[in-house]
């Protein structure tokens, strides 16, 4: 039962891809899922008897060829990353499929996996048959160990080009190319007599690990994206205070109530926050806000002066030189230095003789 949920998850990830297939990656995607999931329908035993029903064993073949999907799927998942063409991998790919379909049909199907294969000692006799087997076993390999070589290449070629978070993608695209690269090379070592091969080995020790380092290239960028939106909404939570503080003591500022990216509303916080301040500096004596920006202590004094005098109606006689600071350059850096003015307003708060010009939130 739990393969079959598995394999209807799969079909459902298909169905909810088929829509999208604007760009190289959407379509690598569905390539990956459509391969996944057929792989995985014809690995359930029901499936394979009623395929391999007219007495040879064609669903090995299937995998194979729907597998060969899969794997093209992640470069062209990889060729939209790096904005390469994907011409010579499709070629690549159907010479292959065309090969395996010859070989396996002309005699290889007498060794539907690589462990029949490898168990046959009759393998090293020179016949038609056991030809037939090893240019298919060597096709398949050999085209997996080439796509992940040309994978790798690529991703090279185009992380000296790439910066930030493409690059990183890049760098995991290798890492999970080289490392797959292994599954192929041990299982060719073994059939050729080197040592014995364990189907177990080959899928914990090489495509397992290069695999899932593969797939956390392709969701890097989603999860660098969910990152940001976690790290904004915090900011955003952590600002609100002030916010709030600004707002009671100039209420006339215009605000947006805007839903959707929490970037977004972080980057109109900040700027709402900028918007209020800017007007209370009207209070402060001439000259205060052009000086520039000083340190969040003596901010949070000057705005303490500028609220004191807005509620007066008056101009505030005095304020503190304090140290300039640059700006920030990054939303990020600007909400971070606003809450650090957050901060130091609620240590003036704890001093008595400041604490009746807070404006109540």
């Known amino acids: 039962m739990g393969g079959w949920l598995w394999t209807i998850a799969a079909w459902v990830a298909v169905a909810a891809r088929l829509r999208q297939t604007a760009t190289l990656q959407d379509r690598g995607l569905l390539a990956i899922v459509v391969g996944m999931a057929t792989t995985l329908t014809l690995a359930r035993p029901e499936v394979a008897t009623l395929v391999d029903s007219g007495g040879v064993p064609i669903s090995s073949l299937a995998k194979r060829c ?16 790096a904005d390469r063409s994907a011409r010579k991998s499709v070629l690549a790919t159907l010479a292959a499929v065309v090969m395996l379909v010859v070989t396996y049909l002309a005699g290889a199907w007498r060794w539907p996996e690589t462990t029949v294969f490898y168990a046959d000692q009759g393998r ?16 398949w390999y050999g085209y997996v160990a080439l796509i992940l070589l040309a994978l790798a290449a690529t991703c090279v070629t185009a992380a000296r080009e790439a910066s930030g978070i493409v690059r990183t993608q890049l760098v995991l695209f290798i890492m999970g190319a080289a490392w797959c690269i292994l599954s192929p090379a041990y299982a060719l070592a073994a059939l050729a007599g080197l040592f014995p091969y364990r189907l177990l080995i080959d899928q914990a020790a090489f495509l397992a690990p290069g695999m899932l380092i593969i797939i956390l290239a392709m969701a890097f960028q989603q999860i660098q994206r969910r990152r940001a939106g976690a790290r904004s909404w915090l900011l955003y939570q952590r600002l609100r205070p002030l916010w709030r503080l600004l707002l009671a003591a100039d209420p006339k500022v215009p605000v947006l109530h805007l839903g959707g990216l929490w970037r977004i509303r972080l980057q109109r916080q900040v700027s709402e926050c900028h918007d209020v301040m800017r007007r209370l500096w009207e209070f402060l004596p001439p000259g205060t806000y052009e000086a520039g920006r000083v340190d969040s202590e003596t901010t949070a004094l000057r705005l303490r002066d500028a609220i004191a005098a807005k509620e007066a109606g008056t101009r505030a006689v005095r304020t503190t030189a304090g140290t300039t600071v640059q700006a920030g350059t990054e939303i990020a850096e600007e ?25 109540a939130l």
Do not use: C, N
């Open 66 to 81: 729907v597998a060969m999907v899969g794997v093209f799927g992640i470069v062209l998942y990889m060729s939209g990353v």
């Open 124 to 139: 090293f006799q020179l016949t038609a048959a056991t030809a037939m087997g090893w240019l298919h076993w060597i096709t």
């Open 335 to 359: 909400a971070k230095w606003l809450i650090s003015v957050w901060k130091a307003w609620k240590r003036l708060e704890k001093r008595p003789d400041v604490a009746e010009v807070s404006p």
